[in-house]
């Protein structure tokens, strides 16, 4: 019987023997440490496309080298949020040669593992105050110098992070609402201890104050930021007041109240305007379409990963931040006639 034969492997000693150059060089042009000359860098790359070399980067994690693999910590891939958001990473991960080891499941076992483990080089963690990170992980990263970035409000001061201007986006709806004249408001917030919904009231609050309406003028109730929710507690409120307005912290949310008030008999902006946060896809859709705050959550992935391997690549010693603005999207659910959809 046959056997089938199976071609060698190629390694870096055969690149190095092609190429006229030491091991050490060769290591350095695949790894992207930079240091070597173009003219060099070009040569042993055209060697390792015509010996089709694959880099072995387990092998290369466990003897002390580089994975070129980021860990990415996110609560969910579920929602269009992270989808957009991971979206958004892997697209500069594929363009600067790095893999994503994505993990949802964050128990301190799995992620004391992954730290100790060398098979990934930097983390990416999304922090929304709902599942915090266990702090001996943190040290434990520090510890071994391993890079990571926050996407969210960072876990321990001075920690690199990429955040969203919650409050601005905020505040521009509040400003918004006074000038339709809104003052009898209801505010369907995420859970209480969610990071961005916290600061979306806070920045609501600001907004209305500066147009001299009193804080007071309008009543906060806490979701979970499903759609059910934003039916649930619209049903529960309008029952025995009557609002102006609803500002939901989340486009899913302000999705279940425009649902319930359908089913009522309420008309959506004539009888209660009704805005919400993110600009998810559906929200140019409905009917009226959804006045909302855009986030951009492919922009964050793209920045978060571009940082990390900033800090993989070329460490730096001051605090990493950058702020990503939002931005009003004025539609038809607030009582506005203009309609801003892009098909």
């Keep these: 019987m046959n056997q089938k034969q199976t071609e060698p492997r190629m390694t870096i000693d055969h690149i190095a023997a092609r190429s006229g150059f030491s091991k050490a060089t060769v290591s350095r042009v695949i790894n992207h440490e930079g240091s070597v000359k173009p003219s060099t860098a070009a040569k042993i790359e055209q060697v390792i496309q015509e010996l089709g070399y694959t880099p072995n980067t387990i092998a290369s994690a466990l003897s002390g080298g580089k994975s070129r693999t980021i860990g990415v910590l996110l609560p969910d891939i579920i929602t269009e949020y992270y989808s957009a958001l991971l979206m958004g990473i892997d697209t500069v991960a594929e363009e600067k040669n790095y893999n994503i080891l994505l993990k949802t499941r964050n128990s301190r076992k799995v992620l004391m593992d992954l730290a100790q483990s060398n098979r990934v080089d930097a983390f990416i963690i999304r922090n929304n105050g709902l599942q915090p990170i266990d702090h001996d992980f943190l040290v434990t990263l520090r510890r071994k110098g391993i890079p990571f970035l926050f996407i969210g409000k960072p876990m321990e001061e001075h920690c690199p992070a990429i955040l969203i201007d919650n409050v601005g986006g905020a505040r521009q709806m509040a ?81 279940g109240a425009i649902v319930y008030c359908r089913s009522k008999g309420i008309r959506v902006p004539e009888d209660l305007a009704v805005t919400g946060f993110d600009d998810t896809f559906f929200a140019q859709f409905l009917l009226p379409s959804l006045t909302t705050v855009q986030q951009p959550m492919y922009e964050i992935g793209t920045q978060a990963m571009e940082s990390i391997i900033q800090l993989i690549e070329r460490p730096v010693s001051h605090e990493h931040r950058i702020i990503l603005p939002t931005r009003l999207q004025v539609r038809q659910s607030c009582g506005c006639c203009q309609e801003n959809v892009d098909i």
């Design 175 to 255: 400003h918004h609402y006074a000038e339709h004249g809104f003052r009898r408001i209801l505010f369907i917030a995420g859970p209480e201890e969610n990071l961005d919904s916290n600061d979306r009231i806070y920045g609501f609050r600001l907004g209305l104050s500066e147009k001299g309406i009193e804080p007071e003028q309008f009543d906060v109730v806490h979701g979970d930021f499903a759609k059910n929710s934003g039916h649930e507690i619209a049903r529960e409120m309008l029952e025995d007041k009557k609002y102006d307005a609803i500002f939901a912290a989340n486009d899913h949310m302000a999705l």
